[in-house]
């Protein structure tokens, strides 16, 4: 399987990558793609150019095997729809292969306003990244007794669609929803940004030679 991991990365940090190592560890996934978007659709438009921010990633992830960066949201004009770039990927990969959109909790609880949501399911499956389980959550079982969390029209959607073994996601290509335990980083790219407006390091936060570079060119700074 192919996991997908889209984002602005205005600039990438430690809370985009480690959730998604551990991830694709977890999954055994064959590669790892992070799709940086050209212009926002639920969200503020990123600071940084799309090519700032395209720099930036590929500092962070260095030469880590299994980790690819693909580009074409920023290679195409206008708003960037989850929906166009599955389906776009999905024509040049064919349907056979799996494939799994890596999205957090709270991105999770809006799916259903996306562009085209049960669309999307048809071309990915969904994994929904967040906290492990405490005791008497369903103990190491993240797929437990969290529906509480979203609202009953998310709930009524997912009852058929989400895995209870993880084992589901290799017996056909896209359609389930699997929730995955991750190291939750309390970091945000809007913290990163409002640290440097302040004349504070966000140093530990992201990649060193992510920080360089924004230090080198002066991103975010206050005008």
């Known amino acids: 399987m192919i996991g997908l991991l889209g984002g602005t990365f205005d600039p990438v ?3 985009h ?16 793609w992070l799709i940086p978007l050209r212009q926002a659709v639920h969200r503020p438009q990123p600071q940084a150019s799309p090519e700032q921010r395209l720099a930036m990633l590929r500092l962070a992830v260095g030469e880590e095997t299994g980790i690819r960066i693909d580009d074409r949201e920023l290679r195409r004009a206008g708003q960037s729809y989850t ?3 599955l389906a776009e990927i999905r024509a040049e990969l064919g349907m056979s292969r799996g494939l799994c959109l890596l999205v957090g909790a709270d991105a999770f609880r809006g ?7 049960d669309d999307i399911l048809d071309l990915v499956h969904l994994v929904v990244m967040q906290r492990p389980a405490l005791p008497g959550e369903g103990g190491q079982d993240t797929n437990a007794g969290l529906n509480q969390e979203f609202s009953a029209e998310l709930q009524t959607w997912l009852q058929p669609r989400r895995c209870r073994d993880v084992r589901e ?4 290509p896209a359609g389930r929803v699997w929730f995955q335990g ?11 940004r409002g640290l440097i407006v ?6 530990f936060l992201l990649p060193d030679p992510v920080w ?4 080198a060119r002066r991103l975010y700074q206050r005008p």
């Open 212 to 215: 360089a570079y924004i230090q």
């Open 111 to 117: 799916f259903l306003t996306w562009h085209r949501p």
């Open 198 to 203: 302040s004349g504070l390091s966000p140093r």
């Open 182 to 192: 991750v190291t939750q980083l309390d970091i945000s790219s809007t913290r990163i």
């Open 83 to 85: 929906y166009d770039t």
């Open 17 to 32: 990558l480690r959730p998604a190592l551990e991830v694709s560890q977890a999954l055994e996934l064959a590669d790892l």
């Open 13 to 15: 940090h430690f809370g």
């Open 169 to 172: 996601l290799t017996t056909s």
